[in-house]
């Protein structure tokens, strides 16, 4: 399985220099690859391979080409060939593609180090900082904020220079699949190790075991970011204080995203760990259901990354993670299956046919858990969360603040 791990880099100035300039000279060496396959005829194009055999050749006649590291070259030359298929990809497709432009110092950003020429020291840094060394470069330090595991190969190692300004450094990262803990046998799964979730509107997560997660405060986040967008709107478009204002805005957004991210990955973590098996709704259905307006779409879409990393996760971890018919769990009641409707102000669910109550979003999440055994072909089991919330009379939900996901990185249990 392949997966990425990205983190922010902090290179001091002097290894920064050196950064920037190998990305240029990367960047020249893109647009030479280019020259030199634009410049053949039709029927005789340069392969990568061919390409990579010119390396060589090409270092001796630009001394500047002999600064990088081989196998970033090679990387290098790799990219434009991707890029080229992708081209191909596109036209096959039918859409109307030019051809492949040449790279400006503004849009070439990254640069690959594939195999070899790098090194990853985790325990230079302190507390959450780790070290890469780039061959021909120097060693960056990055905000080593979740490990690598050690059952991981690192396959490559990107650097990229961020409009805003700002470094990151990502591995791309492929597990043996042998190596990964097995997933727990499905028939020994119950409803003590397994959970259902519902995605939430007035929580993040309700689980059906009775935990509701906050949402992440973001208001002086948003605040700030409205108040830096005003700005940009006051400046005269192209000038500088334009620019470095746009820069800003980008700070912004993107410091919003990394949170979002980073308190996504702490949840999913979390749930992964805890449980044998996790059930979620699958929401390309759930959009339709719902689907009212922008603002949802633009949460579906932080969904999606979501179930993504709960995906990704759930093999790194031993947990089954399945997605479930979305349609109705709402409506549904948990307890007897009767469906009643109710509008999105109704905070409770209150069944008419059998009278069981509970929170809406409870009952919700018990339904994701009852779809998700029967998806697994497994009955539903003896003891199911609905007696136990019955037998209490009065739900009682734990409540689990923002600030407690990220402190602590779990579920109290
Ligand atoms: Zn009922």
Partial sequence: MEYSHRYRAYPTQEVAERLEHHLDVHRQLYNHVRWDYEQAPEDDKPSEYDQNNRLTDWKQRWPVFGELHSKAAQATVARFHRNLSNLRK?????????????????????????????????????????????SKIGWVKIRYSRPIPD???IKEVTFKKETTGEWFVSFGLETDDTNLPENPDVDSLNTSNSVGIDLGIQNYIHTSDGKTVDWLDLEDDYKRLRREQRKLSRKQKGSNNYEKQRRKVAKVKRHIKRKVLDYQHKITTCLVREYDAVFVEDLNVQSMIRGDGNARNKQDA???????????????????VVQVEARGTTKECASCGVETAKPIWVREHSCPSCGFETDRDANAAMNVLKRGFSELGLGWPESTPVETVTATDTPDFQRVSASHVLETGSLPS
């Fill in 90 to 134: 596109k036209k096959e497709k039918g859409y109307n593609v030019g051809r492949l432009k040449r790279q400006a110092l503004s849009d070439y950003r990254s640069v690959t180090y594939n195999q070899s020429g790098f090194d990853l020291d985790e325990k230079r840094g302190h507390d959450k900082y780790a070290y890469v060394r780039f």
């Fill in 151 to 153: 059952h991981v190969t």
């Fill in 302 to 320: 932080a969904w999606r990354q979501f179930i993504t990393l709960l995906e990704y996760k759930a093999d790194l971890y031993g947990c089954h």
